[in-house]
Structure formats: structure tokens, C-alpha cells
């Protein structure tokens, strides 16, 4: 006869003594201990329920007030219940570590993550973005995104909102320029989405990565690919980017340009006599005259090897008309100021942009050089009437 180690915890529903006795005399008799808890009411069998630890359930079908068949549908009511609330303990422990796990992640990241409303207030910022900004979580929360963004870009980090609330998400990330508590700037990339409670969405949730090293150096490349190495001026492509901004601009206010277009005279024949690093140094003081005969606003750049191209306003005395008859005596008190073996030549053409005949860059210079040469060849003709070498 088999026997368990451990008594069986029975829930007996039963209002006879003496047949709840029986039971458990049969049970004993097949080697089966029990423990019987007899309860013959409804409230001492739900009580029973609530208490739980019961093993096996045994019920008099024949009661009267509370039958079995009554009991056994308040067992699988209570079940359900016992499941649902054990899905819901599951769930809830499921989410805490959600909450968890995600709080650590926002607290923790070396990225900003943000959270404002659709009005640009902040609701939350995390350590990285605060230390960032050098503001504590209570001063984040008293601003408004207006208070952090360039002025220059307001409109484009609410025209972003706006963008998030309609897609849900940035449709791509974008470069804020934000002032720090200490005054200085700093670059963000951004990326945002919207975030909901109760199924509706309530804020704006971003990540912000400091970009600042990085628009410092696009901005240190593209100078040193505008700047030419040798003289400091504008290279070749320096000159293009800003001389078409400045024509365009020259358009829209009818401002009239002058061109200048120089060439130094015989920098061949220096190189070739005196050594490249004379020629050089001629180099260098061509851009240092050049720089004192021309204002600081007007674009000046070294075009090619012994080619220098001016374009300025003709309000700063530079005009075709009036800039060749004072160059001749700047350039005069230039030599006389250097400490040179020969003096500084330079040949020049010169032109006149109209905003009302507009035409291209490369037509302009194509004019000046033009008339450049003329001068070039006047000065070798001169040379020659005069017994000199060419």
C-alpha cells in the first residue's frame, strides 16, 4: 500500500460531520494522509479559498442552501481570477523593469535626451544634456527652447515641432546652434519623435549629439580650401563662392562692382634668376599691397601662379575709372617703402559690373584679363621705344 511523505491539504465542503470523517478514514485506509479542513457554508468556503494551500477539493452535491455544482463554479470564478491577477502581477513587474531599465538608459546615456512640450518647454533633461548646458534639472525646467536656440534658427526648431506633431518623428535629423548658461555655443544634432500617454501623445521626446568639434573642423577644411597657403588671400575657389554671393547681393541693392584683374610683371624670369623663393616673397608682398590699396570688405584672391583678382564696391574708391590713376601711386610709395633689389610691377585691367547689364563672373574676368594684357603689352612696347629690354 502506497502512503505520501506529506499530508494532502483537502477543502472539504460538507455539513456531516461523520461523512467528512468517513472520507478521510477511506484515505487513510489507502495510505494517503490528509489534512481536512470541513467548512459547511458559502462564506467559510470562500473564506477557505481566499486562505488558500489546497491541493483537492471535495464537495456534497446534495447541500441544500450551497451545493457542490454551486461551489465548483465559484472554484473556476476564483481561478480566473487568481490567473488574471497572477497575469496582471506579471505584467506589472514586467513594465517596473521596463521603467527600469529605460530610466537607467535616459539617466545614463552620453548623448542629450530631452523631453519638451509642443509649446517648447522643457518637461525633463537627462545628466548628459545638463551637464552640456551647465543648467541644474529645476532651471531646464523654467525654459522654453527660445531661450537655448539661435535666434537665426527660432523659426526652424518650431517649423520642427510643428513637423514632429504632423509625422509623429523628425524627417531627418537637424543642427541647432544653442547658447550655454556660460555664454558660449554650442552645436547640437538632433533627432525627435513623439511620446504618448493613455494612447494620445503628450510631449516631445529627443536624443541631441554635440557636434561642435566637428562643425569647428568642416569649418577650419572649408577655410583652408578657400585660403590659399602662400599669400593668406582667397584661392581660386574662395574668390568664385564669395564673388557670385557678392553679385547677387549687388543685384538685389544696385550697387555697382569694379573687377580688378593683376599680374606680376616677369615673375618667370625671377624664379628662374633670383631663386622661387624670391619669387615667393614677391608673391607675398603683391597680397600685402593689394591688401593695402583695397578695403578689408572688398574679395581679393590669388587666381593663379602670378594671377590676382580684386572685386570691390565702387563706393571704396575703386572704380575703373578713378582705381588706375591711384594705383599707379600707391604702387609707387609700395616700392619705396621695401627693401628690395628691384621694384614690385604688376599690370592691371579693370571693368565695371552694372546690376542693370548683369552678366557672369568668368565674362567679367574674361574683360579684365583682357584688358590686363593690353596694359602688359603697352609697358613692353614702351621698353622697347625707349631702348630697354623686353
Known amino acids: 500500500m502506497n502512503s505520501l511523505k506529506q499530508p494532502l491539504h483537502i477543502l472539504h465542503l460538507e455539513e456531516n460531520a ?5 472520507i478521510r478514514r477511506i484515505l487513510a485506509e489507502a495510505g494517503i494522509a490528509c489534512d481536512i479542513t470541513r467548512v459547511a457554508t458559502r462564506r467559510a468556503f470562500e473564506a477557505a479559498l481566499r486562505q488558500g494551500g489546497f491541493e483537492l477539493i471535495l464537495t456534497d452535491h446534495t447541500l441544500a442552501a450551497f ?3 454551486s461551489a465548483l463554479d465559484l472554484v473556476k470564478e476564483r481561478s480566473t481570477e487568481a490567473e488574471e491577477n497572477k497575469a496582471r502581477e506579471a505584467a506589472e513587474e514586467a513594465m517596473e523593469e521596463t521603467v527600469s531599465r529605460y530610466r537607467a538608459l535616459y539617466d545614463r546615456a552620453l548623448h ?5 512640450d509642443f509649446d517648447g ?23 522654453n527652447i527660445a531661450s537655448l536656440v539661435d535666434k537665426g534658427q527660432l523659426s526652424m526648431a518650431f517649423k520642427t515641432i510643428n513637423e514632429i506633431r504632423q509625422r509623429g518623428s523628425q524627417k531627418f535629423p537637424r543642427q541647432f546652434k544653442l547658447r550655454k548658461k556660460n555664454g558660449e555655443e554650442v552645436w547640437l544634432e538632433t533627432d525627435a519623435c513623439l511620446i504618448y500617454r493613455n494612447d494620445k501623445p503628450y510631449a516631445i521626446q529627443g536624443i541631441a549629439l554635440d557636434i561642435t568639434d566637428r562643425i569647428r573642423l568642416e569649418r577650419e577644411l572649408r577655410k583652408l580650401s578657400l585660403i590659399d597657403s602662400l599669400t ?3 584661392n581660386r575657389r574662395g ?14 541693392t544696385q550697387n555697382r562692382l569694379t573687377l580688378v584683374f593683376a599680374d606680376v610683371d616677369d615673375l618667370k624670369s625671377i624664379n628662374d634668376t633670383r631663386g622661387h623663393g624670391e619669387g ?13 590699396v583695397f578695403r578689408e570688405s572688398d574679395i581679393i584672391a590669388r587666381v593663379g601662379g602670378d594671377e590676382f583678382v580684386v572685386l570691390a564696391l565702387e563706393n571704396s574708391g575703386t572704380d575703373a575709372a578713378s582705381g588706375l590713376v591711384r594705383w599707379s601711386a600707391e604702387l609707387e610709395a609700395f616700392n619705396a617703402s621695401r627693401n628690395s633689389v628691384a621694384p614690385l610691377s604688376i599690370s592691371i585691367g579693370a571693368v565695371c559690373y552694372r546690376p542693370d547689364k548683369p552678366c ?31
Not at 461523520?18 to 468517513?22: M, T
Not at 542629450?112 to 519638451?116: A, K
Open 112 to 116: 542629450c535626451v530631452y523631453v519638451h
Open 239 to 252: 574668390f568664385f563662392t564669395h564673388a557670385e554671393h557678392q553679385m547677387k547681393l549687388a543685384g538685389r
Open 121 to 143: 518647454n522643457f518637461v525633463d533633461a537627462n545628466e548628459a544634456a545638463l551637464n552640456l548646458l551647465g543648467y541644474t534639472r529645476n532651471e531646464v525646467l523654467s525654459l
Open 18 to 22: 461523520e461523512d467528512a470523517e468517513r
Open 360 to 390: 557672369s563672373i568668368d565674362e567679367l574676368l574674361a574683360q579684365a584679363d583682357r584688358l590686363m594684357y593690353e596694359q602688359k603689352g603697352d609697358k613692353r612696347r614702351c621698353l622697347v621705344e625707349n631702348g630697354g629690354g623686353v
Open 67 to 69: 451545493d457542490g455544482r
Open 280 to 292: 615667393d616673397k614677391v608673391l607675398v608682398e603683391t597680397a600685402t599691397f593689394l591688401k593695402t
Open 232 to 234: 593668406g588671400l582667397y
